[in-house]
């Protein structure tokens, strides 16, 4: 089981980035998918939560600015993310659950982060 998330790069603020976690070795459709992220210094953040009947939930600060979704033909959930701040660099992860649905818990397995700058 592997996990990669992807998109990353800089962006200048109030731009917009697509991040993807894709999936080697199972299928995503069938587990809760959370996207987290972590700045320097500080300490990992959970984002958002899909779950495999696509119900999502979202960090209350992050609401309305991300989305996340499934593509299951390319196997993938992916996190839009919009209006971004300097605030939201960070390097973002992905990880599954071994459950169908978001239950907040400890996250089964983790993909290799992918790197956000915000900056002018």
């Known amino acids: 089981v592997q996990l990669q998330a992807s998109g990353g790069g800089l962006v200048q603020p109030g731009g917009s980035l697509r991040l993807s976690c894709a999936a080697s070795?199972?299928?995503?459709?069938?587990?809760?998918i959370g996207w987290f992220r972590q700045a320097p210094g500080k300490e990992r953040e959970g984002i958002s939560c899909?779950?495999?009947?696509?119900?999502?939930n979202y960090a209350d600060s992050l609401k309305g600015r991300f989305t996340i979704s499934r593509n299951a033909a390319k196997n993938t959930v992916d996190l839009q993310m919009n209006s971004l701040k300097p605030e939201d660099a960070a390097v973002y992860y992905c990880?599954?659950?071994?459950?169908?649905?978001?239950?907040?818990?400890?996250?089964?397995?983790w993909g290799k982060g992918t790197l956000v700058t915000v900056s002018s």
């Open positions: 990880a599954s659950e071994d459950s169908p649905d978001c239950s907040g818990g400890a996250m089964a397995h």
């Open positions: 070795g199972f299928t995503l459709d069938y587990y809760a």
């Open positions: 899909i779950s495999s009947d696509g119900s999502t």
